[in-house]
């Protein structure tokens, strides 16, 4: 059974940094980034592909968020920096089986999701 476990999630000042992790076990997946701001739908954030070779941003994150993997710990990290008021949200990591990179942002593409971290950015 895969498991996503998520931490790194916490309470931040205007214009601070935080780093989200995602450990994955089993096998190597593309893995991508979604929040879900207070009464609102969940939306993409980040994404990296399988191979490593390729990543996406919303724009709303291009330049101030990267996501990275680190390959021994199978762990996926999403460094936020330079973070405003609207990046609260409760984050979540997700796997998917799709070596495609096809749609990256689709969350319906993603097979497996962990349970999600809390991000609030006070202003």
Sequence with gaps: QVQLVESGGGLVQTGGSLRLSCAASG??????????????????????SWSDTSTYYADSVKGRFTISRENA????????NSLKPEDTAVYYCAAR????TAAPQREETYD????????????
Excluded: C, D
């Design 112 to 123: 497996y999701w962990g349970q999600g971290t809390q991000v609030t950015v006070s202003s």
């Design 73 to 80: 710990k199978n762990t996926v990290y999403l460094q936020m």
């Design 97 to 100: 089986k799709l070596i495609s």
């Design 27 to 48: 096998r190597r997946f593309a893995m991508g980034w979604f929040r879900q701001p207070p009464g609102k739908e969940r939306e993409f954030v980040a994404a990296i």
